[in-house]
């Protein structure tokens, strides 16, 4: 009897214990980029893996977007930041940014050629980067610049004939 009282109360306490660890917040869960870019956004349009692939006075936007609505990519702009995050260098437009953006759809903006030529962009650091929409609010991320020279980004250096203006 004595054996029984005990088998029920490890068992009670080993599912008490098994409860308490559902509520636990697990680490997979939380939102996070897994990649070297940033992620912004807003109430309708969410921007994921977003950098700049730096190389011969060109930087390529390089991340995908996905709106919960039919939307469409109308500018994309951004400006060098100094090693303290002030800015730097000259301002840049990427020309010829429109982008559909199909509701409920990954827009992969690699694939999408966005270019422009930039002065003062270094590697390593970071250059404010603002999308804006036809039909959502912007997003204003600090990207990333990498090196076009990278194994992982050299598939998608910048082309030297330039695709943009600034």
Request: net charge negative; hydrophobic share 40%; glycine share 8%.
């Amino acid at each position: 009897m004595i054996d029984r009282r005990r088998t029920i109360a490890a068992l009670a306490a080993v599912g008490v214990l098994g409860l308490a660890a559902c509520g636990a917040d697990p680490k997979v869960l939380t939102s996070y980029t897994p990649a070297a870019g940033v992620s912004g956004e807003s109430d309708t349009v969410k921007v994921q893996n977003l950098l700049l692939i730096n190389g011969d006075g060109q930087a390529r936007v390089s991340g995908a977007v996905i709106s919960s609505k039919d939307d469409k990519v109308v500018e994309i702009t951004g400006q060098p930041l100094t090693a303290n995050n002030s800015l730097a260098g000259q301002a840049f437009t990427v020309a010829s940014s429109d982008v559909d953006l199909p509701a409920r759809t990954s827009v992969n903006l690699t694939e999408s050629s966005l270019q422009a030529p930039v002065e003062g962009l270094s590697d390593g650091l970071l250059a404010k980067v603002t999308i804006k929409f036809a039909k959502s609010a912007p997003i204003t991320v600090d990207a990333p610049v990498v090196p076009s020279t990278h194994p992982d980004f050299e598939k998608y250096a910048p082309s030297e004939s330039p695709a943009a203006q600034s």
